[in-house]
């Protein structure tokens, strides 16, 4: 009996409470704070898990981030052949008779580290056979401007190498950009040896040669190439990164016209390299007029060598005469694809590209007739330099925007 009216009790307390929660729950106030709080802690949840996985899953932010950073490392790749020109067109390169990585960032400070960094180069063929009466102030300034030059090769192994660390930690590349960076850091350091190795060819003796000491053209070439290699690379990945593909239909005359790009494009790197040799040789001074060499269409001393594959690489006539024969090919093709492409319909960006491409190509070769003609005054034959970094730089472009629409 007691039990069954404790047991009733119980019930009865129980329905009474269940009552006043509902009717509590009615309240407009407190219906209201239950759905706020659902939706704070619904949104809370989606952005966690948002946030999560943009910091692992490359996307489109990403990709933006990374292709921008590609791009600010060519530039400085651009910054580094520009100075390089310059450093070669002043004679400073051989200036430092020695490499260390971290030893050689600081510069002489004292009078005595001065004139000791002086006496070291004073044992060296530059100075002996070329320089023999220059002051401390004028090694100081082509120490200055080799020094200059490895110290911006630090600063772009550096821009490289730090933010590929973060990136990938963060998780910004796919399987297939990790070896691209990879591959990118490597070449940064290869290019890095590849300039002492080139440094090294003009300090050497040569007892049985009293010619100007000067690096060997073909390290010079390799040295350069892969500094254009280099910042091809970073480019273009840059450039796909950053610009959308173009949905046009595949016709034969795109493919033509895209066959047509790829060819004109190594036509130009091509020109750009046989540069290398220019500067190498300093074929620069040799014929100063133009277009006859002298007063013939072909001099006589083109094959003055033997063998005869000797005078392509060592004969600084025939090196200045490739050198035109490849720039003026280079005109015509780019002409020839800027003719061809206004007989298509494209992609505004397509067609500017290609346009300034051809308007690029004809300033260039104004630049390069005026440097010989002048004699290669050391600001113009930096300009012509730039100007073929820009050149290839439109090529670039204009094959980014007519790639293909990936599968």
Known sequence: MLLSSLRTTVFCGCRSAGKRFQHSSRSPQLRQWLVKRSQSTITAEAGAASSSSSATVPNAATNRIVGRWLLGCSGLVVGAVVLGGVTRLTESGLSMVDWHLVREMKPPQSQAEWEAEFSKYQQFPEFKIMNHDMTLPEFKFIFYMEWGHRMWGRLVGLAYILPTMYFWRKGYFTRSMKGKVLGLCGFVFFQGLLGWYMVKSGLEEKPESYDIPRVSQYRLSAHLGSALLLYCA??????????????????????????????????????????????????????????????????????????????????????????????????????????????????????????????????????????????????????????????????????????????
């Open 234 to 407: 970073s480019l273009w990945t840059g450039l796909t990164l950053l610009l959308p593909v173009h949905k046009v239909a595949e016709t034969k005359r795109l493919m033509q016209l895209r066959r047509f790009a790829k060819g004109t494009g190594g036509l130009v790197f091509l020109t750009a390299l046989s540069g290398a040799f220019v500067a190498g040789l300093d074929a620069g001074l040799v014929y100063n007029s133009f277009p006859k060499m002298g007063d013939r269409w072909i001099p006589d001393d083109l094959l003055a060598f033997s063998p005869a594959l000797k005078n392509v690489f060592e004969n600084p006539t025939t090196v200045q005469f490739d050198h035109r024969i490849l720039a003026i090919s280079s005109l015509t093709a780019i002409t020839g694809l800027y003719l061809f492409s206004r007989k298509m319909v494209l992609p505004r960006r397509a067609k500017i590209a290609i346009s300034l491409l051809a308007a690029m190509a004809y300033g260039q070769v104004a630049l390069g007739i005026t440097t010989l003609l002048l004699y290669v005054p050391t600001p113009l034959a930096a300009t012509h330099q730039s100007g073929s970094v820009a050149l290839l730089s439109m090529a670039i472009w204009v094959l980014a925007e007519l790639r293909k629409m990936p599968k």
